[in-house]
């Protein structure tokens, strides 16, 4: 049996397939087809919760995405763990392990309820008011605390082992929701050979369908006629049909977010199957068919377990089977109530009593009720409930305060306060809501772009209207999106029809706390302080009781108390008007967002031609933005230091090998390409011989580095142009933006082939000899190959263009290759290389080489607010050149201060000691707090060549304190001293670079 | 996720896509420019709160610059033109020119 | 041999979609103003397709439109430097930029009957047929790639187009996608 309170007959679930699971340890039998929460109920339990700030213990209050109360922690196993899920949306499958959450040691006992007992010291926003003093307890004793008992559920503690997908998709009619409107808007659409796509946030489309049993359409029962509508919708090629997918997010010019729940409901999901899928959705047109949610009423103690929705009753009776209790009172101030009323009398739950707080109620339903002896009790309202663990009374008394209450025992209260139109992604959209006065209820004020709404989510509740509205707006939105669509047939109802309510926003009468939002536990005692304290935008009462700013994003209490706070303030609900919905409707997994985007496909990972080369090698690695390099190669038993300083002295006294594939390498073609390197760099092009190459400096019309490089002029109209390898893609998009938006006159074009080239060095005094013991037909000799210039040839018999060009102030080639072929050519140089000792070297002894010159680096030295005077690059300036971009932002008087940062170089007197890049510069370490900083550390090295450290810095007037001592504070010891000096430590004439 | 019209390539989604900023700012005389015109020229936007004249670039696309007409308010885009053509005459009454 | 990315990678293979590394085909990136598009069709017998988004095939290969100014030409193995030579010689004088991409910008040769669903799950373009008839080419995003994606005229082959250092990324997001298609 799968619980004592399962009805033998009726219902959607399937009792020939029984499912085992476990609630807090206690094992259990539900349903296929039943959900967590139904299942619970199915055995009856009804206390699964504590609430949040009062552990007050809670029980299942709806049968939708809009309970508050019901959420668990679900353990599927593998590291799989959830918390904060709503009972009521989880899918029952074998085996399935929950537990409540927000309580110790247990939810029959749990020690911190006696927070409830304090709660008259806990109102909205206590914490604005205490843990202030002593100021030393916040750190220690209060935020420690604090942050234990606050949550809900347990964070997992393990990597998530599910993948996620995403899916981008495009349709012309998107419908929201699977209820009668969006069947036959779907349907209206779809026949007019639009493409839609249908989404229900249930595993089974049909919406309030599911729950109704007394409906005939077509004079079928609603079972029978959903069946035969989905069976023709889902034979459709145009439809796709999208169950248990959320759509959560409605984003600019009609683009959604859906979440769907791939593998959730399976006990053991393939492994070939995402567990949960984000569909990115542009559609043409959007029909909301999204329902309305039911409200609950706001009296004295209302928040007991065994207190639910009348929707969700009669939600668990129709379509599970499970009756919620067995002696059941309705607290209603509208019609739908007594529909529930009706069904579980019908299955034989004794109905304590109808309580209506309308003097008069006489709609189609109530007559029935009475026509079937229900004690149907008008004029009255609950004002008091009693039981800790679970309802076992309600107190009624007139409305009118003209008599004494009286106890009416039951084991569950059903509440209505009326229907909510489901708005939220018209909200999101941007759509105003219309308070109306005859639903009692926010209604979409007009629509949006893009925009069709139908059924119970426009506020029109009675089936028929609903089919109707939902076949109005298919073709509404199918024709907007340029189909033909005709009116589809329009099944003839059965249905009952309902009155109107009557607005009890809150009853006046009782004792004891009101709840308005059961997730963050907000009595309507805490809007009226919340307005007693001068709180009047709905906004800042929203946040100073934080209602409505739980999972739920306040479902269930929104309205009502926006209409306490109304009522608070003398005016109309609409004239407080309403907070902003926001993205998503329902909590969306992070793994969902993410997709695939995790691990190694988080970004893209970048790697070189020599990459499984230096891997063999040992070398460690660096991220270099997308790019992974190699930093150094470590030989056994070396360090970090060890291996750079071998890799620096092999360089410049033997030969080093060096991958430098990654910088941005660019091809300008045409008559004007020579124009525009003039007007992109500071330097002069104009002259530039074929064959040779020349560094550039590229700055910001305002001034400031941009990038620099080496380019060649590779014939009349044609240059290779390098980059920074951070700014490869920067460069060429610069040039870009430059040629098309302001000089399109100018004929150059502009390609990248940073990719196409692999770029290997190999640079030191040996490297001749390593290049030519490779194989080559190029000349490398001193007279035939000068520095700055290159040449085309072969080397280890690949196709090549050698640059003679250094970074490190030896002499240096860099053997440009097709990059299909640069791991081949690393590996004919380290074999040739051998006999010489060629050493390879990464990104760490890179910078050390040149550091030792004072070459800068674009993204080091400078940070986009250094210009190259400060630099000390004057000569790099054109002074011939009427214009080029940076040359009038350098006129501004800001950039021609005398106490600019200037590059300078910084040797420690103690040479041992590296320091530490970024640590700032200062005249006086004795000076008070805080210090005047006048520069900071740019670069910093241990080299081996000089066999002390050096570092780079920009310093205040730095070309004028050469000599001078300044001091590096640090924590923690003594500050440390440095002399100013030029920025180059080895062979500042370049005699190296000439042989 | 906006929905942009490349006038090459068609809709496509923002992601292809960059925003460069204001349009139509032409670049001063560099050598008659004074100071406060190249600090405009550099730093100073409209930012207005309605209709504004946009760059974008298709940077995932056919790479080319183009120009559009947004209402801040709203997202709503009121006109896609090319680069280096001046605003379409219809849009002169939303622009309040 | 050139150095092919994803020859370690895992296979993209099963009854949903494929996705096989094509060999190193000459690629040519054409810069042409109108006199340099004439004379480029008349040197190559093919047309150089105007329409956006679209494509050309003859002989000599394919010509996919990038840009109003812009054209990757494709061409088999080996034969990117004869071809460039051949444009040389003709277009000389005129405004145009020949760049051999060959070894920049490798291809992924998919098919199967989802093969839009695996590029739906990085690929924010609407491939349906409506949307996207065969032979069009379009440059957008698969993730955080920048892709180049041609629907060969059988209308049921892609061309995936996507530079070297970013194959691994664009296979393994594929890869990612099939595992689901493949079963």
């Given at each position: 049996?799968?619980g004592a309170w399962r009805?033998p007959r009726?219902?959607?679930?399937?009792?020939?397939?029984?499912?085992?699971?476990?609630f807090d340890g206690?094992?259990?039998t539900?349903l296929?087809?039943?959900t967590?929460?139904?299942?619970?109920l199915?055995?009856g339990?009804h206390?699964?919760a504590?609430?949040?700030?009062y552990?007050?213990p809670r029980?299942?209050l709806?049968?939708?995405?809009?309970?508050?109360?019901a959420?668990v922690?679900?353990?599927?196993?593998?590291g799989?763990?959830d918390?904060?899920?709503r009972?009521t949306?989880?899918?029952l499958?074998?085996?399935l392990?929950?537990?409540?959450?927000?309580r110790w040691p247990?939810?029959?006992?749990?020690?911190a309820a006696t927070?409830?007992?304090?709660?008259?010291l806990?109102p909205?926003g206590?914490y604005?008011?205490t843990?202030?003093?002593?100021?030393?307890?916040?750190?220690?004793v209060y935020?420690?605390?604090i942050?234990a008992a606050?949550g809900l559920?347990?964070?997992?503690?393990?990597?998530?082992p599910?993948r996620?997908?995403h899916r981008h998709a495009?349709c012309?009619?998107?419908v929201v929701?699977?209820g009668?409107?969006?069947l036959?808007?779907?349907?209206?659409?779809?026949m007019?050979?639009?493409?839609?796509?249908?989404?229900?946030?249930?595993a089974e489309?049909?919406?309030?369908l599911l729950?109704?049993?007394?409906l005939?359409?077509?004079?079928m029962d609603g079972a029978a006629?959903?069946?035969?509508?989905?069976?023709?919708l889902?034979?459709q090629p145009n439809?796709?049909l999208?169950?248990r997918t959320t759509?959560?997010a409605?984003h600019d010019?009609?683009?959604l977010g859906?979440?769907?729940r791939v593998?959730?409901?399976?006990?053991?999901?393939?492994?070939?199957?995402?567990?949960?899928?984000l569909?990115?959705v542009?559609?043409?047109q959007?029909?909301l068919a999204t329902?309305?949610?039911e409200?609950?009423?706001v009296?004295?103690?209302?928040d007991?377990?065994g207190i639910?929705?009348?929707?969700?009753a009669?939600?668990y009776?129709?379509?599970?089977g499970?009756?919620?209790?067995?002696?059941v009172a309705?607290?209603?101030?509208?019609?739908s109530a007594?529909?529930t009323a009706?069904?579980?009398?019908?299955?034989?739950?004794?109905?304590?009593?109808?309580v209506d707080?309308r003097?008069d109620?006489?709609g189609?339903?109530?007559q029935?009720?009475?026509?079937v002896?229900?004690?149907?009790?008008?004029g009255?309202v609950?004002?008091?409930?009693q039981?800790r663990l679970?309802?076992?009374?309600a107190?009624?008394?007139?409305l009118?305060g003209?008599?004494r209450?009286s106890?009416?025992?039951?084991d569950?209260?059903?509440v209505?306060?009326?229907?909510?139109?489901?708005l939220?992604?018209h909200s999101?959209?941007r759509?105003?809501?219309r308070?109306?006065?005859k639903l009692?209820?926010?209604v979409?004020?007009e629509?949006?772009?893009g925009?069709?709404?139908a059924?119970?989510?426009a506020?029109?509740f009675?089936?028929?209207?609903a089919?109707?509205?939902?076949?109005?707006?298919?073709?509404?939105?199918?024709?907007?999106?340029g189909?033909?669509?005709?009116?589809p047939?329009l099944p003839?109802?059965e249905?009952p029809s309902?009155?109107e309510?009557?607005?009890l926003?809150?009853?006046?009468?009782?004792?004891?706390?009101a709840w308005v939002?059961l997730?963050?536990?907000?009595?309507a005692k805490?809007l009226e302080l919340?307005?007693r304290e001068?709180f009047?935008?709905?906004?800042h009462?929203?946040r100073?009781?934080t209602?409505?700013?739980?999972t739920d994003q306040g479902?269930t209490a929104?309205?009502?108390?926006?209409?306490?706070?109304?009522?608070g303030?003398?005016?109309?609900v609409?004239a407080?008007g309403h907070?902003t919905?926001?993205p998503?409707?329902?909590?969306?997994?992070f793994?969902a967002?993410?997709?695939?985007?995790r691990?190694l496909?988080l970004?893209?990972?970048?790697?070189?031609p020599s990459?499984a080369?230096?891997?063999?090698?040992?070398a460690?690695?660096e991220?270099?933005?997308?790019?992974?390099?190699?930093?150094?190669f470590?030989?056994p038993g070396?360090?970090?230091q060890a291996?750079?300083?071998?890799?620096?002295?092999?360089?410049?006294?033997g030969?080093g090998?060096?991958?430098?594939s990654?910088?941005g390498?660019i091809?300008?073609?045409g008559?004007?390409?020579?124009?525009l390197?003039?007007?992109?760099?500071?330097?002069?092009w104009?002259?530039l011989?074929?064959?040779?190459?020349?560094?550039?400096?590229m700055?910001?019309?305002?001034?400031m580095?941009?990038?620099?490089?080496?380019t060649?002029?590779l014939g009349?109209d044609?240059?290779h142009?390098?980059?920074?390898?951070g700014?490869a893609?920067?460069?060429?998009?610069w040039?870009e933006e430059?040629l098309?938006?302001e000089?399109?006159q100018?004929r150059?074009?502009?390609?990248?082939v940073t990719?196409?080239?692999?770029?290997?060095?190999?640079?030191?005094?040996?490297?001749r000899d390593?290049?030519?013991?490779?194989?080559?037909d190029?000349?490398l000799?001193?007279?035939?190959?000068?520095h700055?210039?290159f040449?085309d040839?072969?080397v280890?018999?690949l196709?090549?263009?050698?640059?003679?060009?250094?970074?490190?102030?030896e002499?240096?080639?860099?053997?440009n290759v097709?990059?299909?072929?640069?791991?081949?050519l690393?590996e004919a140089?380290?074999q040739?290389?051998?006999?010489?000792g060629?050493t390879?070297?990464?990104?760490e002894a890179?910078h050390v080489?040149?550091a030792?010159?004072g070459y800068?680096i674009?993204?080091?030295e400078?940070d986009?607010?250094v210009?190259?005077l400060?630099?000390?690059?004057?000569?790099m300036?054109?002074?011939?050149k009427?214009d080029?971009?940076?040359?009038?932002?350098m006129?501004?008087?800001?950039?021609?201060?005398?106490?600019?940062k200037q590059?300078?170089g910084l040797?420690?007197?103690?040479p041992t000691?590296?320091l530490?890049?970024?640590?700032?510069l200062?005249?006086?370490?004795?000076?008070?707090l805080?210090m005047?900083m006048i520069?900071h550390?740019t670069s910093a090295?241990?080299?081996?060549?000089?066999?002390?450290?050096?570092?780079?810095?920009?310093?205040?007037?730095?070309r004028?304190r050469?000599g001078q001592?300044?001091?590096?504070?640090?924590?923690a010891?003594p500050a440390i001293?440095v002399e100013?000096?030029?920025?180059?430590?080895?062979?500042p004439?370049n005699?190296r670079l000439n042989? | 996720?906006?929905?942009i019209?490349?006038?090459?390539?068609g809709?496509?989604?923002?992601?292809?896509?960059r925003c460069?900023g204001e349009?139509?700012?032409?670049?001063p005389?560099?050598?008659?420019?004074?100071?406060?015109?190249w600090e405009?020229?550099?730093f100073?936007?409209?930012?207005a709160k309605?209709?504004?004249?946009?760059?974008?670039?298709?940077v995932?696309g056919c790479?080319r610059?183009?120009n559009a007409?947004?209402?801040?308010?709203?997202?709503?885009f009121?006109?896609?033109y090319?680069?280096?053509?001046p605003?379409?005459?219809?849009l002169?009454a939303?622009?309040?020119? | 041999?050139?150095h092919?990315?994803?020859?370690s990678?895992p296979a993209?293979?099963g009854?949903?979609?494929?996705?096989?590394e094509?060999?190193?085909w000459?690629k040519?990136?054409l810069?042409l103003?109108g006199?340099?598009r004439?004379?480029?069709?008349?040197a190559?017998?093919i047309?150089?397709?105007?329409r956006p988004?679209?494509s050309?095939e003859?002989?000599v290969?394919?010509?996919?439109w990038?840009?109003?100014?812009?054209w990757l030409?494709?061409?088999a193995?080996d034969m990117a430097?004869e071809?460039a030579s051949?444009l040389?010689a003709?277009l000389?004088?005129t405004?145009?930029?020949?760049?051999?991409?060959s070894?920049r910008t490798?291809?992924?040769r998919?098919a199967g009957?989802k093969?839009?669903?695996?590029?739906?799950?990085g690929?924010?373009l609407d491939l349906?047929p409506?949307?996207f008839p065969?032979?069009?080419?379009?440059?957008?995003l698969?993730?955080?790639v920048?892709?180049?994606l041609?629907l060969?005229r059988?209308?049921?082959?892609?061309d995936l187009?996507v530079d070297r250092?970013f194959?691994?990324?664009a296979?393994?997001?594929l890869e990612l996608?099939a595992?689901?298609?493949?079963g």
């Amino acid at each position: 049996m799968s619980g004592a309170w399962r009805l033998p007959r009726g219902g959607r679930v399937d009792r020939a397939r029984p499912l085992r699971f476990s609630f807090d340890g206690k094992a259990y039998t539900g349903l296929t087809g039943d959900t967590l929460a139904a299942a619970l109920l199915a055995n009856g339990v009804h206390l699964v919760a504590r609430s949040f700030k009062y552990h007050r213990p809670r029980g299942i209050l709806a049968a939708g995405c809009e309970e508050p109360n019901a959420l668990v922690q679900l353990d599927r196993g593998g590291g799989r763990e959830d918390p904060n899920l709503r009972a009521t949306q989880v899918e029952l499958f074998d085996g399935l392990v929950a537990t409540s959450q927000n309580r110790w040691p247990s939810l029959s006992f749990d020690l911190a309820a006696t927070a409830d007992r304090l709660a008259p010291l806990l109102p909205a926003g206590f914490y604005y008011k205490t843990f202030m003093w002593p100021a030393g307890w916040w750190r220690r004793v209060y935020e420690p605390r604090i942050r234990a008992a606050a949550g809900l559920g347990r964070s997992p503690s393990r990597p998530d082992p599910d993948r996620y997908l995403h899916r981008h998709a495009h349709c012309d009619v998107l419908v929201v929701g699977a209820g009668p409107a969006g069947l036959m808007a779907a349907a209206a659409a779809v026949m007019s050979g639009a493409r839609v796509i249908l989404a229900d946030e249930q595993a089974e489309p049909g919406g309030a369908l599911l729950a109704e049993p007394g409906l005939r359409l077509d004079g079928m029962d609603g079972a029978a006629w959903l069946a035969a509508a989905l069976g023709e919708l889902t034979a459709q090629p145009n439809l796709t049909l999208l169950p248990r997918t959320t759509a959560f997010a409605w984003h600019d010019h009609t683009y959604l977010g859906l979440l769907e729940r791939v593998t959730d409901h399976l006990a053991e999901p393939p492994p070939h199957l995402p567990r949960q899928r984000l569909w990115r959705v542009r559609a043409r047109q959007v029909v909301l068919a999204t329902g309305a949610i039911e409200r609950p009423l706001v009296f004295p103690d209302n928040d007991r377990p065994g207190i639910m929705l009348a929707s969700a009753a009669r939600t668990y009776l129709n379509r599970y089977g499970v009756r919620v209790g067995a002696r059941v009172a309705v607290f209603t101030n509208n019609d739908s109530a007594y529909a529930t009323a009706l069904d579980l009398a019908a299955a034989g739950v004794t109905i304590a009593a109808i309580v209506d707080c309308r003097a008069d109620p006489g709609g189609e339903l109530v007559q029935r009720a009475r026509a079937v002896g229900l004690p149907v009790r008008p004029g009255a309202v609950v004002t008091g409930t009693q039981g800790r663990l679970r309802i076992n009374q309600a107190f009624v008394a007139p409305l009118d305060g003209g008599g004494r209450s009286s106890p009416v025992v039951c084991d569950a209260l059903l509440v209505s306060g009326g229907w909510n139109p489901t708005l939220h992604l018209h909200s999101q959209a941007r759509g105003r809501l219309r308070f109306d006065e005859k639903l009692w209820a926010y209604v979409p004020a007009e629509l949006v772009p893009g925009e069709q709404v139908a059924g119970a989510c426009a506020g029109s509740f009675a089936l028929a209207d609903a089919l109707r509205e939902g076949a109005q707006a298919g073709v509404a939105a199918a024709a907007a999106a340029g189909y033909r669509a005709e009116l589809p047939a329009l099944p003839a109802v059965e249905a009952p029809s309902w009155s109107e309510p009557a607005p009890l926003w809150r009853v006046p009468l009782g004792r004891g706390r009101a709840w308005v939002d059961l997730q963050n536990d907000v009595t309507a005692k805490d809007l009226e302080l919340a307005l007693r304290e001068g709180f009047r935008s709905i906004e800042h009462v929203k946040r100073y009781t934080t209602t409505g700013m739980g999972t739920d994003q306040g479902k269930t209490a929104n309205v009502n108390a926006l209409a306490i706070v109304a009522a608070g303030l003398g005016q109309g609900v609409e004239a407080v008007g309403h907070t902003t919905f926001r993205p998503p409707y329902t909590p969306v997994t992070f793994g969902a967002f993410a997709g695939a985007s995790r691990e190694l496909q988080l970004d893209p990972l970048r790697r070189t031609p020599s990459h499984a080369h230096a891997e063999a090698l040992g070398a460690v690695f660096e991220d270099v933005g997308q790019w992974r390099r190699a930093r150094y190669f470590p030989q056994p038993g070396e360090d970090m230091q060890a291996a750079v300083g071998r890799e620096c002295r092999a360089a410049r006294q033997g030969v080093g090998l060096f991958d430098a594939s990654t910088l941005g390498k660019i091809d300008l073609q045409g008559a004007d390409a020579a124009e525009l390197l003039n007007r992109v760099y500071t330097n002069a092009w104009a002259k530039l011989t074929v064959g040779r190459c020349r560094y550039g400096l590229m700055l910001r019309d305002d001034g400031m580095v941009l990038d620099d490089g080496v380019t060649a002029r590779l014939g009349p109209d044609r240059f290779h142009m390098t980059t920074t390898t951070g700014g490869a893609a920067r460069v060429l998009a610069w040039l870009e933006e430059w040629l098309q938006c302001e000089w399109p006159q100018l004929r150059v074009f502009c390609t990248s082939v940073t990719e196409q080239w692999a770029a290997i060095g190999v640079c030191g005094p040996k490297a001749r000899d390593v290049i030519r013991a490779a194989g080559t037909d190029i000349d490398l000799s001193r007279e035939a190959f000068p520095h700055m210039s290159f040449r085309d040839g072969s080397v280890a018999g690949l196709p090549a263009r050698v640059f003679r060009i250094s970074f490190t102030g030896e002499i240096a080639f860099e053997i440009n290759v097709p990059s299909g072929y640069g791991g081949a050519l690393w590996e004919a140089l380290w074999q040739a290389g051998q006999p010489f000792g060629i050493t390879p070297y990464g990104t760490e002894a890179m910078h050390v080489l040149r550091a030792e010159k004072g070459y800068i680096i674009v993204g080091q030295e400078t940070d986009g607010t250094v210009t190259p005077l400060d630099l000390g690059m004057d000569w790099m300036i054109s002074k011939a050149k009427p214009d080029f971009i940076g040359k009038r932002g350098m006129a501004r008087p800001d950039l021609a201060r005398a106490d600019r940062k200037q590059l300078v170089g910084l040797l420690t007197r103690d040479p041992t000691v590296v320091l530490e890049e970024g640590a700032q510069l200062v005249e006086d370490p004795a000076q008070s707090l805080p210090m005047r900083m006048i520069g900071h550390v740019t670069s910093a090295y241990h080299s081996a060549n000089l066999g002390r450290s050096i570092a780079l810095g920009l310093v205040q007037g730095g070309r004028e304190r050469i000599g001078q001592t300044l001091w590096v504070p640090m924590p923690a010891q003594p500050a440390i001293a440095v002399e100013v000096t030029r920025p180059v430590f080895l062979d500042p004439e370049n005699r190296r670079l000439n042989g | 996720m906006l929905l942009i019209t490349c006038p090459w390539c068609g809709p496509r989604a923002e992601i292809e896509f960059r925003c460069g900023g204001e349009a139509h700012i032409a670049r001063p005389d560099p050598a008659t420019a004074s100071d406060a015109d190249w600090e405009r020229y550099l730093f100073l936007r409209e930012n207005a709160k309605g209709v504004t004249l946009e760059r974008w670039w298709h940077v995932h696309g056919c790479r080319r610059w183009f120009n559009a007409a947004r209402d801040t308010t709203t997202e709503e885009f009121l006109a896609f033109y090319r680069m280096g053509e001046p605003p379409p005459a219809t849009l002169r009454a939303r622009l309040g020119r | 041999m050139p150095h092919s990315p994803t020859a370690s990678l895992p296979a993209i293979a099963g009854a949903g979609v494929t996705a096989v590394e094509a060999p190193l085909w000459g690629k040519l990136v054409l810069r042409l103003d109108g006199e340099a598009r004439r004379r480029t069709e008349a040197a190559l017998h093919i047309a150089i397709p105007e329409r956006p988004l679209t494509s050309t095939e003859a002989q000599v290969g394919v010509c996919l439109w990038l840009g109003p100014d812009e054209w990757l030409l494709v061409t088999a193995v080996d034969m990117a430097g004869e071809v460039a030579s051949r444009l040389d010689a003709a277009l000389a004088g005129t405004h145009h930029a020949v760049v051999d991409v060959s070894h920049r910008t490798l291809a992924f040769r998919l098919a199967g009957p989802k093969v839009r669903d695996a590029l739906a799950a990085g690929c924010p373009l609407d491939l349906h047929p409506s949307a996207f008839p065969p032979g069009t080419v379009a440059r957008t995003l698969l993730g955080k790639v920048g892709i180049t994606l041609h629907l060969r005229r059988d209308g049921s082959t892609f061309d995936l187009y996507v530079d070297r250092s970013f194959a691994d990324y664009a296979w393994r997001h594929l890869e990612l996608a099939a595992r689901e298609l493949n079963g």
